[in-house]
């Protein structure tokens, strides 16, 4: 089980207000993500629901029981650090065991625990040698052999993966991803990285500043972003976003629409402009066009055959279909 | 930069410090040995030529060997256990955010910056004093006799007062110890599920075992050689003797300088015998 609620939280810093009155349900055996940029209040969002923060007011519930002045140790949370905060005086025996020795399980029990960890994470070979004596990937696993040996009602996680290089990240980002598969438990998992949300999550919750800009599946948040902020922060590249005289066609103040929903043509189109930089990933190609009258620049994903150069004059066709429209407040207009 | 000539301009360039140094450790050192084979009784005779091992034997077997070496033991112990058992406590407090931090750490520094002989005075003469001491005055307030400390309880006031002098330098190496450790690791352990005391005992605990051997070293090394403490307090009555305060006695007092060097001698190795000791457990911690 692992039901978590907030019921108006709220955070201050002295007398700066970090969440501002916050609702959100997370269900039993979901694995939510927390996005958003830094600074905004993911981890402290997270380190309220540990219990390492006190709220301000409002509530948090666990399973249905109130928990707001629970002590972190005993909501059943286990929580994956961004330095790993390993024991670095134990063997990765003994950290992984730490959790099991305070709740005084007997040997046996505790052995078998740390094995099946060790077995799981593929730590076997390494569970006598001290933290300071693994790479940065396996260090991230004993924190998680740490977490998973409680047998907790959720996991958190505060950006796990930002330590790590960009090929152990993906690694490890399937890894937890599995790991979830496999335990079903909750997982709540806070990361600046949309490419992490969007990939492993079952729902994302968009922050800006404390205040939730939406919550939904990545497709959701894909496909109907609810304003402006949430709109540009989730796809990669960024959505293009059009103001003035072209959005006032489509009756909104600005429009916008996603380099991948482009299409792009030598010889005829909506619009036209003159290619700037382009960026070839093999499978695809970026092009970042200038001089379109519309906007600085405006990204365009195409085919990784498509072979346009530098100043190459071209013509672009929006798919009317997955254009979105925002009013002056940024927010959607369906 | 380290080719041939570079390097032995260098060499040139330390030659002087070198040479000065040795010069300072050598010179008395082998005075000492010189002297520690003689009979020299400067007014008595003067040189009375070579004894052999005479004077280390007659040192160690003299009624006072024996005091004097649990006296330093009691005093270098009694120190260690005060200064590093508070100053931990301290250092955790410290480390504490509050108001006026800046101001109670100097405050808390500043008895290091005492001289020894002028502590000692302060401490035997504003507090011990069991007719106008402030300890005294407090004692007589709760209705109960004052202490004559240093003559009645002589051990403890000397523990006392060289554990006062230390504790600013264990509770700084210890702050800036705790400083260092990583808040995620305590929080972890919380979340793991260790209250306060564990807490201590498994994160805190192991984390200052570096900064505690050295305060340890450091220590032991400064308090074997303690004198000026109890030279203005008790003059090595009432069983304060160390034995840096009998060699004292024995050179200056018997004038016996052939004696007192040998007991010198016997010092070099003892604090020699702490140093290896000690070195190999910093060595041991540093690698892990
Ligand atoms: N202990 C604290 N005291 C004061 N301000 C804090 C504290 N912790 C975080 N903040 C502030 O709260 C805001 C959110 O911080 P944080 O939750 O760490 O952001 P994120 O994890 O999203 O990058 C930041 O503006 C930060 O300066
Ligand atoms: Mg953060």
Redesign the interface.
């Known amino acids: 089980m692992g039901r978590i609620q907030l019921k108006s939280v709220t955070k201050s810093f002295g007398d700066v207000q970090v969440i501002p009155p916050l609702d959100l349900t997370i269900e039993d055996g979901e694995f939510t993500v927390f996005v958003g940029p830094s600074g905004c209040g993911k981890s402290t969002l997270l380190r309220l629901i540990?219990?390492?923060e006190d709220i301000t007011s409002g509530s948090i519930d666990i399973d249905g029981a109130d928990a707001t002045n629970v002590?972190?140790?005993k909501r059943g949370?286990?929580?994956v650090?961004?330095?790993y905060?390993?024991?670095?005086?134990m063997s990765v025996r003994k950290n992984i065991a730490?959790?099991l020795r305070?709740?005084k399980l007997d040997q046996a029990e505790i052995d078998k625990r740390v094995e099946g960890a060790a077995q799981v994470l593929n730590l076997t070979d390494y569970l006598d040698r001290r933290p300071g004596q693994l790479s940065g990937g396996q260090r991230q696993r004993v924190a998680i052999g740490?977490a998973i040996v409680?047998e907790p009602a959720a996991f958190l996680f505060d950006e796990p993966l930002s330590n790590l290089d960009a090929a152990l990240r993906v690694g490890m980002r399937l890894e937890i991803s599995e790991l979830h598969e496999r335990l079903a438990t909750t997982m709540i998992y806070v990361t600046h990285d949309q490419v992490e949300a969007m990939t492993m999550a079952d729902k994302i919750v968009v922050l800006q500043a404390g205040v939730i800009e939406q919550v939904g599946s990545p497709l959701d948040l894909y496909r109907t972003p609810r304003n402006l902020f949430v709109a540009g922060f989730i796809g990669s590249p960024k959505m293009n976003f059009i103001e003035g005289e072209e959005a006032a066609k489509h009756g909104a103040h600005t429009i916008g629409i996603r380099p991948e929903h482009i299409a792009v043509s030598e010889s005829d189109g909506t619009w036209s402009g003159v290619v700037g930089v382009s960026e070839h990933l093999g499978s695809d190609t970026f092009f970042h066009i200038h001089e379109t009258g519309l906007a600085e620049t405006i990204t365009v994903r195409a085919d990784g055959e498509v072979g346009f150069r530098h100043g190459d004059h071209i013509y672009l066709t929006p798919r009317a279909d997955v254009l979105h429209r925002f009013d002056a407040q940024g927010l959607r207009i369906e | 930069m380290a080719t041939q000539h570079s390097r032995s301009v260098a060499r040139l360039m330390m030659a002087p410090a070198v040479v000065l140094l040795l010069g300072w450790m050598l010179v008395p050192l082998t005075m000492t040995l010189y002297f520690s084979f003689k009979k020299y009784l400067p007014l008595r005779g003067g040189d009375l030529g070579w004894v052999g091992f005479d004077n280390y034997i007659r040192f160690v077997s003299s009624s006072s060997f024996w005091p004097a070496v649990q006296a330093t033991l009691v005093i270098v112990i009694g120190v260690l256990a005060i200064t590093v058992i508070l100053g931990i406590l301290l250092a955790m407090l410290l480390d504490q955010p509050m108001w006026g931090q800046g101001v109670v750490r100097i405050l808390v520094i500043a008895p290091f910056f005492v001289m020894p002989t002028v502590s000692a005075l302060v401490w035997k003469n504003m507090f011990m004093d069991p007719v106008n001491g402030l300890l005294a005055h407090l004692w007589r307030f709760f209705g109960a006799e004052p202490v004559s400390w240093l003559s009645e309880a002589s051990m403890t006031s000397i523990v006392m007062i060289v554990s006062w002098q230390w504790l600013p330098f264990a509770t700084l190496i210890l702050l800036t110890a705790i400083q260092s450790l990583d808040s995620e690791q305590l929080e972890a352990a919380e979340m793991d599920g260790a209250p306060p005391l564990k807490r201590f005992y498994h994160i805190i605990l192991p984390h200052l075992s570096r900064a505690i051997t050295i305060v340890i070293l450091i220590q032991t090394i400064f308090l074997l050689s303690i004198f000026a403490e109890i030279f203005v307090t008790t003059g090595g009555a009432f069983g304060t003797r160390t034995l840096t305060y009998l060699i004292f006695q024995r050179v200056l007092e018997s004038q016996n300088v052939g004696l007192g060097s040998a007991g010198g001698v016997y010092a070099i190795i003892l604090a020699n015998i702490v140093a290896v000791f000690l070195m190999r457990i910093v060595g041991k911690n540093l690698d892990a």
């Open positions: 540990a219990g390492l002590p972190p140790a949370l286990a929580m650090f961004q330095s905060a390993l024991y670095p005086h730490f959790p305070m709740a740490r409680r």
